[in-house]
Nanobody, 125 residues
């Protein structure tokens, strides 16, 4: 059974940086797509970023382009989201997700099969 565990959330000020990590286990991840989504209170789950495990395809949501960077460590089975220049509107619970596929990483949350428990990111103004 695939398990995803996020870490690295917290309370920061606008302009600060945070680094989220997702530790994946229970699968052979060289044929997986990994994604980060976020959900603020009263809002729908929003696409943040996705990466094919090979690392050759990466997508970002429009609201985070140029500020966030996704990467993966194949040896440690971890996916990292480096978040720079944080804004109050980045405040949300951030979720790591996985889908077993060799195709392009999905950008819709409905296409992912496995989810972490989420980690809270709060950005104060």
């Amino acid at each position: 059974q695939v398990q995803l565990v996020e870490s690295g959330g917290g309370l920061v000020q606008a302009g600060d940086s945070l680094r989220l990590s997702c530790a994946a286990s229970g699968g052979t991840f060289n044929r997986y797509a990994m994604g980060w989504f976020r959900q603020a209170p009263g809002k729908e789950r929003e696409f943040v970023s996705a990466i094919r495990w090979s690392g050759d395809t990466i997508y970002y949501g429009d609201s985070v382009k140029g500020r966030f960077t996704i990467s993966r460590d194949t040896a440690k089975n971890t996916v990292t989201l480096q978040m720079n220049s944080l804004k109050p509107e980045d405040t949300a619970v951030y979720y790591c997700a996985a889908r077993r596929t060799s195709m392009l990483p999905p950008r819709s949350h409905v296409d992912y099969d496995y989810w972490g428990q989420g980690t809270q990111v709060t950005v104060s103004s």
